[in-house]
């Protein structure tokens, strides 16, 4: 076996910069300048023998072929080191590196902010960041490794990924503070079927808000769509109709200043009136690192419901 020429580290600025898409962007999560990035990369290209990536000052980084292949290589690899330097630390607080998190832009407000809170406590070395999106795009973004967990509503994950479920999400009516239900414990379908419907209209909640209306037997008057979640709130807060949404009971966001309420929605036992697991998710065919694996145990271990990965 030959004395091999590269280096960890120069794997670790490749993958950074790879998954940042410029040398800037890499540089200043590191926290070093963008010529030793740069420096870095151009001498693991000379090892290898191949251009890794296209560089265009205006555009970034583009992977090439070889370069796409090393870096799933090299997250491996990193993934491996990290375990085995994790074996004789065994604690929380000694683990170190980049997490990049995902989530389900309708669960950002209430699950992100806790979660990164109670992540730093345990584990305050780990460099986290994190990105918001549709579920398609949090998926294809595990399953592409550009982020490393997400955060999803579990009913509608691929069988490409492994999940664990961590909360749940039951159906919940969102209308304005001084709307005539506003006061009430709960509301049904049948209270707000003549009302104006703000529909979040992003899967796979607008499916499953879509079959709580058919269930009822009620077909909804849609006045307005959105894929924003600020904006069904926002339209909801002036006036312009009621939403049908999924949320967790003990995360609910503060939406008294935003003139708006969330009243439990009362539907009948069975069907798509039932809660909706929330899960943290990761690729089925690629190796967690410790501190993806230390995520999911501090998500299972904060949020009601939790359960352990499975």
């Known amino acids: 076996m030959s ?22 962007e890499a540089a200043r999560r590191l926290h070093m300048a963008p010529s030793a990035i740069s420096m870095s990369i151009a001498e693991l290209e000379r090892i290898i023998g191949s251009d890794l990536a296209i560089k265009r000052r205006a555009k970034g980084l583009t992977l090439t072929a070889t370069g796409r292949t090393v870096l799933h290589q090299a997250r491996t690899l990193l993934a491996l080191v990290d375990e085995l330097e994790s074996l004789g630390q065994g604690t929380r607080a000694s683990l170190r590196g980049p997490l990049t998190v995902g989530c389900f832009m309708t669960l950002g407000p209430t699950i992100i902010p806790t979660m990164l809170t109670a ?142 309420v969330l ?18 998710a990761w690729p089925r065919s690629t190796r967690l690192s410790v501190r993806a694996q230390a995520w999911i145990e501090v998500a299972t271990e904060l949020f009601e419901h939790a359960a352990p990965p499975a």
């Open 3 to 24: 004395h091999p020429q590269l280096t960890l580290r120069q794997l670790w600025h490749f993958v950074v910069a790879a998954e940042t898409g410029t040398m800037a």
């Open 119 to 260: 992540f730093a406590e345990q584990c305050p070395e780990v460099e986290v960041d994190f990105v918001e999106g549709y579920h398609d795009e949090m998926q294809q973004a595990l399953l592409d490794g550009s982020i490393d967990v997400a955060f999803l509503y579990g009913a509608e994950i691929s069988p490409s990924l492994l999940s664990a479920p961590v909360a749940v999400a039951e159906p919940y009516v969102l209308v304005a503070s001084n709307h005539r239900l506003g006061t009430q414990d709960s509301i049904t379908l049948a209270d707000i079927a003549e009302e104006p419907l703000v529909l979040f209209d992003a899967e796979p909640v607008s499916r499953r808000i879509l079959g709580l209306y058919e269930q009822a037997g009620i077909a909804p008057v849609i006045r307005h769509r959105s894929r924003s979640y600020a904006t069904v709130r926002s339209l909801v807060g002036s006036g312009r109709g009621v939403a049908v949404l999924f949320q967790q009971p003990a995360l609910d966001a503060p939406y008294q200043e935003l003139r708006v």
């Open 263 to 280: 009243k439990p929605l009362r539907t009948p036992r069975g069907g798509n009136g039932e809660p909706v697991p929330v899960s943290v």
